[in-house]
T-cell receptor
């Protein structure tokens, strides 16, 4: 079973600060997804990256897929309290779409006003 | 609101009991996925159905079973419950049943086994 390690596990920062969270594996993934989960709700897909080295931006969030497709990062600029939540990465082993996603355990982010 | 509904929202039961969790997918979605989320294991895929048929199986215990009905709603049955089954159970749905397409998650059912 492929594993996705996310770091840090917990992060508490002040509003306006920048942060980066990481998702690492020793295995290659055909694509990687990032989700945000707020308390009492299910995960919501933020982005899917499929090409090694790919960078995608979603407002203040920047997602990068490693060149070797083994790792990914999420950078948040000028964090706001609304960014608070559990950030999950999930990898797909094959491009066929028939292999279940493997999820990391998440980074729990708290942005303090 | 993802469009996926799950009932009940909370469930408290005793060890050895059986419970049924219900999920209604988004309108138009043919595939339903069940996940278990616990603090130590994270989000784990249990089972997937597509248009009434089982398509993929993950870390689902033999005590657990699921089905998808002709109206596409799904039920997850958990029996002989143990303390360790306490977790959040999520249902997700997607259009074509491909894991890499967008999965829309419901709000979850929080199960507490005492």
């Amino acid at each position: 079973t492929q594993l996705l390690e996310q770091s840090p596990q917990f992060l508490s920062i002040q509003e306006g600060e920048n942060l980066t969270v990481y998702c690492n594996s020793s295995s290659v993934f055909s694509s990687l997804q990032w989700y945000r989960q707020e308390p009492g709700e299910g995960p919501v897909l933020l982005v899917t990256v499929v090409t090694g080295g790919e960078v995608k931006k979603l407002k203040r969030l920047t997602f990068q897929f490693g060149d070797a497709r083994k790792d990914s990062s999420l950078h948040i600029t000028a964090a706001q309290p609304g960014d608070t939540g559990l950030y999950l990465c999930a990898g797909a082993e094959t491009i066929s779409g028939n292999t279940p996603l493997v999820f990391g355990k998440g980074t729990r982010l708290s942005v303090i006003a | 609101d993802s469009g996926v509904t799950q009932t009940p929202k909370h469930l408290i039961t005793a060890t050895g009991q059986r419970v049924t969790l219900r999920c209604s997918p988004r309108s138009g979605d043919l595939s339903v996925y069940w996940y278990q989320q616990s603090l130590d294991q994270g989000l784990q895929f249990l089972i997937q159905y597509y248009n009434g048929e089982e398509r993929a199986k993950g870390n689902i215990l033999e005590r657990f079973s699921a089905q998808q009905f002709p109206d596409l709603h799904s039920e997850l049955n958990l029996s002989s419950l143990e303390l360790g089954d306490s977790a959040l159970y999520f249902c997700a749905s997607s259009v074509a049943g491909q894991f890499q397409e967008t999965q829309y998650f419901g709000p979850g059912t929080r199960l507490l086994v005492l």
